[in-house]
């Protein structure tokens, strides 16, 4: 059974810990914004993309062609923070109030994941991974999208597993309404249900190697010796995929009754998003649009995508600039490395979320700025993460990959408290 008390106290240390830092960094910056009613100690939770949220939640959404608007952030988030705004008399509390337990939702939920699905080293060392990643401070109560996502994106895919189509469906509806990475979730939700629905029939066919498959942790890959029997790496390359090849899961469309076509509804989130648009604004992706607006200058090109700003800031600086750039494109080259471990891991429907999720942040920025956090949402990166650093022959690897994570997150939270743009 997962072990969710003493991770939830763990949280809970991590955030008062965390929130002390912000208070202390944030005390040398002055605030005059006079949205800020909540005590002087949540300020430093309260930065840049913030001031949007709170002002959706407050006054709604508006859209000028060519300049900055609020259609940018998806509605999941500030309508939430609306809604708890409205109860508490405080928008500024309840944006961090919904921040820090949706994050204390999304590490109990990820761990829950986990735990059916690697051995209790790697499971356990995939928790630290995600609560100690140097981005991981926009769970502990920063006024962003971030951790509410997260949230609904594992939701979403531990109904899937539970064979609720029509609920996972729902909360991933949320997910695309929350974040433009949430289509990532539709189509994560997809491919998964293709697979449950391949295995299944494989099952039906090979009762023994349903056994095998059902005694692995997480029912995932079958291996010649148990999943996780060992410490050392040896194991782990020994283990084969185990799952349905490509060809099956789409003759595994057939399959599909109406029970499954549920995870379809997922995506009307973002149709629903792009109606509002329409109807209110005349432009359905004007959320796309407004991306390239001066001072955000995310325009679809070349330009864009193969990273000319970032590679100039590189050159000319300013270079502590360069410096954060270049810790978020570490963080996406991580990620893209670790994505073979997830497939192996757990299977096609969480390498197609997390490729789709990695994929609009890496190849939409025109310098990774936000990328650091876009891929805290890869939760099964995060659990790829935990797996090799649990299962590698070099032991000093895991403490040492955890330790310099957890300074670099009190660095970084130190840093977002001051004000500086860190993701």
Same mark, same amino acid.
């Given at each position: 059974?997962?072990?969710?008390?003493?991770?939830?106290?763990?949280?809970?240390?991590?955030?008062?810990?965390?929130?002390?830092?912000?208070?202390?960094?944030?005390?040398?910056?002055?605030?005059?914004?006079?949205?800020?009613?909540?005590?002087?100690?949540?300020?430093?939770?309260?930065?840049?993309?913030?001031?949007?949220?709170?002002?959706?939640?407050?006054?709604?959404?508006?859209?000028?062609?060519?300049?900055?608007?609020?259609?940018?952030?998806?509605?999941?988030?500030?309508?939430?923070?609306? +809604?708890? &705004?409205?109860?508490?008399?405080?928008?500024?509390?309840? /944006? $961090?109030?919904? %921040?820090? *337990?949706?994050? !204390? #939702?999304?590490?109990?939920?990820?761990?829950?994941?986990?735990?059916?699905?690697?051995?209790?080293?790697?499971?356990?060392?995939?928790?630290?991974?995600?609560?100690?990643?140097?981005?991981?401070?926009?769970?502990?109560?920063?006024?962003?999208?971030?951790?509410?996502?997260?949230?609904?994106?594992?939701?979403?895919?531990?109904?899937?597993?539970?064979?609720?189509?029509?609920?996972?469906?729902?909360?991933?509806?949320?997910?695309?309404?929350?974040?433009?990475?949430?289509?990532?979730?539709?189509?994560?939700?997809?491919?998964?249900?293709?697979?449950?629905?391949?295995?299944?029939?494989?099952?039906?066919?090979?009762?023994?190697?349903?056994?095998?498959?059902?005694?692995?942790? +997480?029912? &995932?890959?079958?291996?010649?010796?148990?999943?996780?029997? /060992? $410490?050392?790496? %040896?194991? *782990?390359?020994? !283990? #084969?995929?185990?799952?349905?090849?490509?060809?099956?899961?789409?003759?595994?469309?057939?399959?599909?009754?109406?029970?499954?076509?549920?995870?379809?509804?997922?995506?009307?989130?973002?149709?629903?998003?792009?109606?509002?648009?329409?109807?209110?604004?005349?432009?359905?992706?004007?959320?796309?649009?407004?991306?390239?607006?001066?001072?955000?200058?995310?325009?679809?090109?070349?330009?864009?995508?193969?990273?000319?700003?970032?590679?100039?800031?590189?050159?000319?600086?300013?270079?502590?600039?360069?410096?954060?750039?270049?810790?978020?494109?570490?963080?996406?080259?991580?990620?893209?490395?670790?994505?073979?471990?997830?497939?192996?891991?757990?299977?096609?429907?969480?390498?197609?979320?997390?490729?789709?999720?990695?994929?609009?942040?890496?190849?939409?920025?025109?310098?990774?700025?936000?990328?650091?956090?876009?891929?805290?949402?890869?939760?099964?990166?995060?659990?790829?993460?935990?797996?090799?650093?649990?299962?590698?022959?070099?032991?000093?690897?895991?403490?040492?990959?955890?330790?310099?994570?957890?300074?670099?997150?009190?660095?970084?939270?130190?840093?977002?408290?001051?004000?500086?743009?860190?993701?």
């Amino acid at each position: 059974m997962f072990p969710w008390k003493p991770v939830l106290g763990v949280f809970a240390l991590m955030t008062a810990l965390l929130s002390t830092v912000v208070a202390f960094a944030s005390r040398t910056v002055t605030r005059t914004d006079p949205v800020l009613q909540g005590p002087a100690w949540l300020d430093g939770w309260f930065q840049y993309d913030a001031g949007w949220y709170h002002a959706i939640a407050t006054s709604g959404y508006f859209y000028v062609p060519g300049q900055q608007s609020s259609i940018a952030f998806f509605p999941t988030y500030p309508l939430t923070v609306r +809604g708890l &705004g409205g109860l508490l008399d405080d928008y500024q509390v309840a /944006g $961090s109030v919904i %921040g820090v *337990a949706s994050g !204390a #939702a999304s590490v109990l939920l990820f761990g829950a994941w986990v735990w059916r699905r690697l051995p209790r080293r790697s499971a356990v060392t995939a928790i630290a991974v995600l609560m100690l990643y140097p981005y991981a401070f926009f769970l502990y109560g920063a006024m962003y999208a971030d951790s509410l996502f997260v949230l609904t994106a594992i939701g979403a895919f531990l109904l899937l597993e539970r064979r609720l189509y029509w609920l996972a469906g729902l909360v991933g509806a949320l997910a695309t309404a929350g974040r433009p990475v949430g289509v990532a979730v539709a189509v994560g939700l997809v491919v998964r249900a293709l697979e449950l629905r391949a295995l299944d029939r494989a099952d039906r066919a090979t009762p023994a190697a349903a056994e095998a498959r059902v005694a692995a942790p +997480g029912g &995932g890959p079958t291996t010649s010796q148990p999943h996780g029997s /060992g $410490s050392g790496s %040896g194991s *782990a390359r020994a !283990a #084969a995929p185990g799952w349905p090849a490509w060809r099956e899961l789409v003759s595994a469309v057939r399959l599909v009754r109406w029970r499954e076509a549920g995870v379809l509804v997922s995506g009307l989130g973002l149709l629903a998003w792009t109606v509002f648009l329409w109807l209110e604004f005349g432009n359905p992706l004007a959320f796309v649009e407004v991306e390239s607006a001066p001072g955000w200058n995310q325009g679809v090109g070349p330009r864009t995508w193969f990273k000319i700003t970032f590679l100039g800031t590189l050159v000319k600086g300013p270079y502590s600039v360069a410096l954060l750039l270049t810790l978020q494109a570490l963080a996406c080259l991580a990620a893209v490395l670790l994505l073979r471990r997830v497939w192996r891991r757990f299977g096609w429907g969480y390498l197609a979320y997390s490729v789709v999720v990695l994929a609009i942040p890496i190849v939409g920025t025109k310098d990774f700025m936000g990328t650091g956090r876009y891929v805290l949402a890869a939760f099964p990166v995060m659990a790829a993460a935990g797996d090799l650093l649990a299962t590698t022959e070099h032991r000093w690897l895991r403490p040492a990959a955890l330790l310099l994570c957890g300074v670099l997150l009190v660095v970084l939270t130190t840093l977002f408290g001051r004000g500086v743009a860190v993701s």
